[in-house]
C-alpha cells in the first residue's frame, strides 16, 4: 500500500519541502518517527521519494515510558521500519523520573530526551546525517498561538524555525489533515496517542478548543499564524543584525566594557545586552534592571544574570563577566 497513488499529497508536499530545505540527493536521515498519523506520513512519503534522491534512512523511536502502551507503539514503530525496508533505533527512557532529576515538566522533559536520543542516533549514522521531524503547520501554528498567551517576545514568535543545526521539518508547510487524509486513502495505519486527548495540557488545549474557534473567525488562521511567524522571523534576524553592529560599536576592546553614555533605544538595548550575555539569556526582569541602572545615575551596582554571571556598571559603562 506504500505505493498508492492516495499517497501523493504526502509526496508532493515532502519533495516540496525537502526542495525548500535543499535535502541534497544521497543524504542520511534519521527519521523521528513516534507513529502517530504525521510522523508515519514522514515515513512513507520519504521511502517513496528515497529511489529517486539516494537517501540514506534511518529510523528513530523513543519510548517515553509514561503509558501502559508505550512499548507496543515502539514494537508497531519497529515493525512497520522493518516492513518498509529501514533499520530503526528504538530506546526507552523514564521521562518521568528524568523530569523529576532535571526540575522539568513532563512536556519539557520529553522532548529534550527526545532531542538527545535523535542527536546521538545521527552522530553515530554519519557525520553530516540529518534528523527529520515531522512537525506540521498546525504544530506551528499552535506554537505561536501558546507564546502569544504566555507574552513571548518577537523571538518566540517566529514559531518552529524549519531547521535548526542537522534537525529539519520538511512538512512545516502542510496541514495534518492532509496528511491523515492521504494515509487513509491509502488504508495505512498510524498510531493515536490518547494524551493527546488530554486538555489538562496547554498545546492539546489550543488544538482542541481554541484553534476552532479561531479557524470559525478565519477558516486560513493556522496559513496566517505561519504567515506572522515567518514575518516575525524576518524582523528578527534584521534586529538581530542591528544589535549586532550595535554591540561592535559600543564594545570597548581594552577595557571590555560596554559604553552606555548615550543609551540606544530600549528594543535595542536589550538585544544588544542578550547579545553581549550570551546563551542561555537572562530573563526579561534581569535585562530590565541592568538597564535602568545603565541608563541612571548610579554607579558601583551589581546585577546577577544567573548561571554564575553578573553585570556591573560604573561610570555609564556595563562589565559583563
Excluded at 553614555?261 to 550570551?278: F, N, S, Y
Aim: net charge neutral; no cysteine; hydrophobic share 45%.
Amino acid at each position: 500500500m506504500a505505493g498508492s497513488p492516495a499517497l501523493k499529497p504526502i509526496i508532493d508536499a515532502l519533495a516540496e519541502g525537502a526542495a525548500t530545505l535543499a535535502i541534497p540527493g544521497g543524504a542520511a536521515i534519521v527519521l523521528a518517527i513516534s507513529g502517530g498519523p504525521d510522523s508515519t506520513a514522514l515515513l512513507h512519503g520519504a521511502v517513496q521519494l528515497t529511489p529517486d534522491r539516494g537517501w540514506r534512512l534511518r529510523v528513530a523511536h523513543l519510548d517515553h515510558g509514561l503509558r501502559p502502551t508505550s512499548g507496543d507503539e515502539a514494537t508497531a514503530v519497529a515493525a512497520a521500519a522493518m516492513s518498509l525496508g529501514l533499520p530503526a533505533e528504538v530506546r526507552r527512557t523514564d521521562v518521568a523520573a528524568l523530569a523529576a532529576a532535571e526540575h522539568r515538566s513532563l512536556e519539557d522533559a520529553g522532548r529534550q530526551a527526545r532531542y538527545r536520543f535523535l542527536e546521538e542516533v545521527a552522530a553515530g549514522f554519519a557525520p553530516d546525517a540529518l534528523v527529520a521531524t515531522a512537525h506540521t503547520a498546525d504544530d506551528a501554528a499552535e506554537t505561536i498561538l501558546l507564546r502569544l498567551a504566555r507574552g513571548s517576545g518577537l523571538r518566540g514568535l517566529r514559531g518552529i524555525p524549519p531547521r535548526r543545526g542537522r534537525v529539519i521539518r520538511p512538512l512545516l508547510h502542510v496541514r495534518r489533515a492532509t496528511l491523515r487524509n492521504a494515509l487513509d486513502a491509502a488504508g495505512i495505519a498510524y498510531l493515536i496517542d490518547p494524551s493527546n486527548a488530554d486538555t489538562a495540557h496547554a498545546r492539546n488545549r489550543v488544538r482542541a478548543e481554541l484553534l476552532p474557534v479561531l479557524e470559525h473567525l478565519n477558516p486560513a488562521v493556522v496559513e496566517s499564524l505561519t504567515r506572522f511567524g515567518e514575518l516575525a522571523a524576518a524582523d528578527d534576524d534584521l534586529l538581530e543584525l542591528l544589535a549586532g553592529a550595535e554591540l561592535a560599536a559600543r564594545r570597548d576592546q581594552e577595557t571590555g566594557t560596554l559604553d552606555w553614555h548615550d543609551p540606544p533605544t530600549r528594543a535595542l538595548g536589550r538585544r544588544v545586552l542578550r547579545l553581549a550575555i550570551g546563551d542561555p539569556p537572562p530573563n526579561a526582569e534581569r535585562i530590565e534592571a541592568l538597564l535602568d541602572l545603565a541608563e541612571g545615575p548610579r554607579g558601583g551596582v551589581t546585577v546577577e544574570l544567573g548561571r554564575g554571571r553578573r553585570a556591573s556598571v560604573q561610570g555609564r559603562r556595563i562589565r559583563i563577566g
